[in-house]
């Protein structure tokens, strides 16, 4: 397996800075940037805040999507309804994280660079990366995000485009195959979300000359960065996070074997499915059915090689508290009202382990994708496979056309925020009352139908502006 992680050391060395808020009188800005490898140090501290960012971001993305329902009190109670509001303080430590990560990232290049010409033009590319990656997330989950410190607001479509500069630096300088082309995919990436089809096939179709890549994360638990969706679904008692009834069977992606301290598992930034996923709604979005199917069965190949592992389960029981009917036993599930019933979904921890995909996993099968006839089958399906391979990963909001809105903290400290900028954008497709979330239970057969089944709604507002951008 091609994999590249970006691995914390055993002790993080991060120092003072603009953007830190511990004032040491002992390291002052000069002293650290005439010191021998700043730079490299300096690479080790974006690595430990890329941990951070990706924590806040993963668990309250996951919680404000369809993936999973915060069944406990630990983190945001409202998220799940949809209920997003600037003066929430998740909101605020939301776009903190993404402005931490890409201030670090400019003060690397712009200041810490000239200081230390020993570093690498793979420690450079890392820098653009990282500036890149904040850009994207900015990009896919907010309205809009100041350029700067207390600067102009630009929209998403710009911190888009500006990723792809970053990204497109990072693959200029990088020198490794694999970074290369995990670098590509992050192009990929973000050209999919402006809609451009040109340049996201011609990155996807050059991420994939590694197809099995995975560019991954790691945490530290000994240093107190853990993995925050491995406690919220495994490692914590009661598990916090329970996942839709008809993603129960991918829940936990991440587990911990022994003392959770020494077994926090890595987390893909980025991973080889994305390209075939990218290519096959290219080729659904140009009328070339065929072509996407194909798309889709070299992913389903993909996917099929990927690691999996039994995982003892047992204590998993769903009832953090808010609600207590989660399905506990191997039920039947129906995606919604209208849909047929379907087994495997929902697993009985108590029999023993559990199969658990360690990178991607879905029950979409290639007979499932020969069987499509239509445009709107093959969209719905790609679309179930986006949400099932990117489960945990926080991938699915931006999917579903919800945005966060520029926090209160910022507004009240930046004149450049208008009003426009404060209010959550959440499509009027998108079900209030924690609906996305929402199932009945048949009292007799335990059969479990979900209220929503949010692929047919995309599917159905396919041509709002908010969502599937390939298609406008």
């Given at each position: 397996?091609?994999?590249?992680?970006?691995?914390?050391?055993?002790?993080?060395?991060?120092?003072?800075?603009?953007?830190?808020?511990?004032?040491?009188?002992?390291?002052?800005?000069?002293?650290?940037?005439?010191?021998?490898?700043?730079?490299?140090?300096?690479?080790?501290?974006?690595?430990?805040?890329?941990?951070?960012?990706?924590?806040?971001?993963?668990?309250?993305?996951?919680?404000?999507s369809?993936n999973?329902?915060?069944?406990?009190?630990?983190?945001?109670?409202?998220?799940?309804?949809?209920?997003?509001?600037?003066?929430?303080?998740?909101?605020?430590?939301?776009?903190?994280?993404?402005?931490?990560?890409?201030?670090?990232?400019?003060?690397?290049?712009?200041?810490?660079?000239?200081?230390?010409?020993?570093?690498t033009?793979?420690?450079?590319?890392?820098?653009?990366?990282?500036k890149?990656?904040?850009?994207?997330?900015g990009g896919?989950?907010?309205?809009?995000?100041?350029?700067?410190?207390?600067?102009?607001?630009?929209?998403?479509?710009?911190?888009?485009?500006?990723?792809?500069?970053?990204?497109?630096?990072?693959?200029?300088?990088?020198?490794?195959?694999?970074?290369?082309?995990?670098?590509?995919?992050?192009?990929?990436?973000?050209?999919?979300?402006?809609?451009?089809?040109?340049q996201?096939?011609?990155?996807?179709?050059?991420?994939?000359?590694?197809?099995?890549?995975?560019?991954?994360?790691?945490?530290?638990?000994?240093?107190?960065?853990?993995?925050?969706?491995?406690?919220?679904t495994?490692?914590?008692?009661?598990?916090?996070?329970?996942?839709?009834?008809?993603?129960?069977?991918?829940?936990?992606?991440?587990?911990?074997?022994?003392?959770?301290?020494?077994?926090?598992?890595?987390?893909?930034?980025?991973k080889?499915?994305?390209?075939?996923?990218?290519?096959?709604?290219?080729?659904?979005?140009?009328?070339?059915?065929?072509?996407?199917?194909?798309?889709?069965?070299?992913?389903?190949?993909?996917?099929?090689?990927?690691?999996?592992?039994?995982?003892?389960?047992?204590?998993e029981?769903?009832?953090?508290?808010?609600?207590?009917?989660?399905?506990?036993?191997?039920?039947?599930?129906?995606?919604?009202?209208?849909?047929?019933?379907?087994?495997?979904?929902?697993?009985?921890?108590?029999?023993?382990?559990?199969?658990?995909?360690?990178?991607?996993?879905?029950?979409?099968?290639?007979?499932?994708?020969?069987?499509?006839?239509?445009?709107?089958?093959?969209?719905?399906?790609?679309?179930?496979?986006?949400?099932?391979?990117?489960?945990?990963?926080?991938?699915?909001?931006?999917?579903?056309?919800?945005?966060f809105?520029?926090?209160?903290?910022?507004?009240?400290n930046?004149?450049?925020?208008?009003?426009?900028?404060?209010?959550?954008?959440?499509?009027?497709?998108?079900?209030?009352?924690?609906?996305?979330?929402?199932?009945?239970?048949?009292?007799?057969?335990?059969?479990?139908?979900?209220?929503?089944?949010?692929?047919?709604?995309?599917?159905?507002?396919?041509?709002?502006?908010?969502?599937?951008?390939?298609?406008?």
């Amino acid at each position: 397996m091609k994999k590249i992680s970006i691995a914390l050391s055993v002790v993080f060395t991060l120092a003072l800075t603009t953007v830190s808020c511990v004032d040491n009188p002992y390291v002052t800005e000069d002293n650290y940037l005439n010191k021998p490898n700043a730079g490299h140090s300096w690479v080790i501290g974006l690595q430990k805040q890329m941990a951070l960012t990706t924590n806040i971001i993963v668990i309250n993305a996951e919680i404000t999507s369809d993936n999973y329902f915060n069944n406990y009190t630990q983190y945001s109670k409202v998220f799940d309804q949809p209920q997003i509001d600037y003066f929430d303080p998740d909101v605020n430590n939301l776009q903190a994280s993404i402005q931490a990560l890409r201030e670090m990232a400019t003060y690397g290049l712009e200041v810490v660079l000239p200081k230390d010409p020993t570093l690498t033009e793979t420690d450079i590319a890392y820098m653009n990366f990282c500036k890149g990656y904040a850009n994207l997330l900015g990009g896919e989950l907010f309205l809009g995000l100041p350029e700067s410190n207390l600067g102009p607001v630009i929209t998403a479509q710009d911190m888009l485009k500006k990723a792809v500069e970053n990204f497109t630096k990072a693959y200029e300088l990088e020198t490794k195959a694999d970074s290369k082309n995990a670098y590509a995919l992050f192009i990929a990436r973000a050209n999919y979300r402006l809609g451009n089809k040109a340049q996201a096939k011609q990155y996807a179709e050059m991420a994939i000359a590694t197809p099995n890549l995975l560019y991954n994360i790691q945490f530290d638990g000994k240093n107190s960065v853990p993995n925050e969706m491995q406690n919220a679904t495994y490692d914590a008692l009661p598990n916090r996070l329970a996942p839709l009834p008809r993603l129960d069977y991918l829940d936990p992606k991440f587990f911990s074997v022994g003392t959770p301290q020494n077994d926090q598992k890595s987390l893909a930034l980025a991973k080889g499915e994305e390209g075939y996923l990218i290519l096959a709604e290219i080729a659904l979005a140009t009328q070339d059915i065929a072509g996407s199917k194909y798309q889709l069965y070299q992913l389903l190949d993909l996917v099929a090689s990927r690691p999996t592992e039994l995982v003892d389960d047992k204590r998993e029981t769903r009832n953090g508290g808010i609600r207590p009917d989660y399905p506990l036993k191997e039920v039947k599930v129906r995606f919604d009202a209208n849909a047929p019933e379907k087994e495997g979904y929902v697993l009985d921890r108590q029999k023993g382990k559990v199969l658990v995909s360690k990178v991607s996993g879905t029950k979409v099968t290639k007979a499932d994708i020969e069987s499509i006839t239509t445009a709107d089958e093959l969209l719905y399906t790609i679309y179930l496979l986006r949400q099932e391979i990117f489960i945990s990963e926080g991938r699915r909001l931006a999917d579903l056309g919800i945005k966060f809105p520029i926090s209160q903290i910022e507004a009240g400290n930046n004149a450049h925020v208008s009003a426009e900028y404060t209010k959550a954008l959440i499509p009027d497709f998108i079900p209030a009352k924690a609906g996305m979330d929402d199932f009945t239970t048949d009292a007799t057969t335990g059969t479990v139908t979900m209220k929503y089944d949010m692929n047919k709604v995309l599917v159905t507002h396919k041509n709002s502006p908010y969502i599937m951008p390939l298609f406008k």
